[in-house]
């Protein structure tokens, strides 16, 4: 496993290195699943990368509302992810089984991301 040597403040989140998991686990499912259509891989796999670059570069800005608008478009694509794995349940019923055990980590991950929401955001206070 490759370690992370911790720099920035978002590689010290653990929501950040959940997201980093997930991704992991998706890239390597895709790899021994390369039957699912490519479209549906690359949407799946652009929602997953982007939970984890959107928490990097909201915990890089300043202003709190600034870092709650990325925080938040994270979440989107966490929401995203889960509803592209539904996709792959449905179409592929060989893989449903697998593909939703991904949804635990997603679902987790989304609530992480409320609370940093929650803590950035006047709106949710």
Request: aromatic share 12%; with cysteine.
């Amino acid at each position: 496993m490759f370690i992370i040597d911790l720099m920035f403040d978002f590689q010290k989140l653990s929501v950040y290195q959940k997201a980093l998991q997930l991704n992991e686990e998706l890239f390597r499912f895709f790899e021994t699943n390369k039957f699912i259509d490519r479209e549906l891989q690359s949407q799946i796999k652009r929602a997953a990368i982007s939970v984890a670059l959107n928490i990097a570069e909201g915990t890089g800005r300043t202003s709190k509302g600034d870092k709650a608008h990325f925080y938040t478009i994270a979440r989107g694509s966490a929401f995203e992810l889960a509803a592209g794995n539904d996709l792959i349940a449905k179409i592929y019923p060989s893989s449903s089984e697998k593909i939703l055990t991904f949804n635990y980590p997603i679902e987790e991950i989304a609530r992480m991301l409320c609370g940093l929401i929650s803590n950035t955001s006047s709106k949710w206070k």
